[in-house]
């Protein structure tokens, strides 16, 4: 539903240094100021943040750890039946907390000694080329606040549970891990505008949004959809189309929407075969290849 780049809402620091997340009219939470007061106070502690400090604590309410319960609780039996065998075993590994939100501090010292991978707080948008560059240090930006208790199971944002609950469970993967760092190695390695953004629009549609071949049915193993309790019910519906770097590196999304165009592996060995061996050795002008053979 959301991309890391486009999807957030504004943070702006005033004149006095305060912050303000400026929340669109339609936002769960744009009435509500005790909740707005936590998202500026929550966004502040990110911009705050120093590479190598550890990560601040945010304060949430028992309404919010409530709602990650609930979330927790139902993606945990939709994933048992649609999302592929890695993350489910990955899942199991890092044992995340299921009655309250956890720390992002906490869940790096989680992830660390399975895969290496660690997080950083983000206020909101964070730029590009930063957000997948640091993919290959083992390190991901993430969102720590948590989408209004009003609707538990909608967000419009990249929240916590997307970032954790789709991300953190993935990250715990090796095979996965690994995934990510390659996407973090083009990032570095491209020059180009184009050529990164081909580069996300391929993570796009495999970490977060994509599918693959188990046992003969499609399984999610995207983030976005192992995080959405109504897109994982959607999924097998819509348009799903071979596993094609050409295809995925032009197609355009609607990040406001479910995603109807989906691109599916045949298994792990393919997908790593395919999407891992094109980011261990994309360049600028193999992507401008790939991009003109449409
Ligand atoms: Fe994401």
């Not at 992830?111 to 560059?133: C, H, M, S």
């Not at 993430?142 to 991300?167: A, C, K, M």
């Not at 046992?215 to 189309?241: C, T, V, W």
């Amino acid at each position: 539903m959301f991309e890391e780049a486009q999807y957030f809402a504004p943070v702006a620091t005033q004149d006095d240094g305060s912050v303000v997340v400026e929340l669109a009219s339609g936002h769960p939470g744009f009435a509500d100021t005790v909740y707005r007061n936590r998202r500026n106070a929550i966004a502040a502690l990110a911009l705050g943040h120093k590479p190598g400090e550890p990560i601040p604590h945010a304060e949430y309410t028992d309404e919010e750890h409530h709602v990650w319960a609930l979330v927790t609780q139902e993606l945990a039996v939709k994933h048992g039946k649609y999302a592929v065998r890695e993350f489910i075993d990955a899942a199991a590994r890092l044992r995340l907390p299921t009655e309250r939100i956890p720390q992002l501090q906490e869940v790096s010292d989680l992830l660390k000694p399975i895969t290496g991978f660690g997080y950083l707080p983000a206020a909101g948008l964070v730029p590009l080329r930063e957000f997948y560059g640091v993919l290959a240090d083992g390190l991901f930006h993430s969102t720590q606040y948590i989408r209004h208790h009003s609707v538990p199971f909608y967000t419009p944002e990249p929240d916590i549970v997307h970032e954790v609950i789709g991300h953190a469970n993935t990250l715990a993967s090796p095979r996965f891990a690994e995934l990510y760092r390659l996407a973090g190695r083009a990032a570095r390695r491209v020059e180009t505008d184009e050529a990164l953004e081909f580069v996300s629009k391929v993570f796009w549609f495999t970490l977060e949004f994509g599918v693959m071949r188990e046992d003969g049915e499609s399984k999610a193993y995207g983030a976005g959809i192992l995080s959405s309790s109504g897109e994982i019910e959607e999924f097998r519906g819509m348009d799903i189309r071979p596993l094609e770097l050409t295809a995925m590196g032009t197609t355009h999304y609607d990040i406001t929407k479910y995603q109807e165009v989906l691109f599916e592996a045949e298994s792990f060995d393919h997908l790593e075969d395919v999407v891992g061996t094109f980011w261990d050795t994309c360049d600028d002008d193999s992507i401008a290849r790939l991009a003109a053979s449409r």
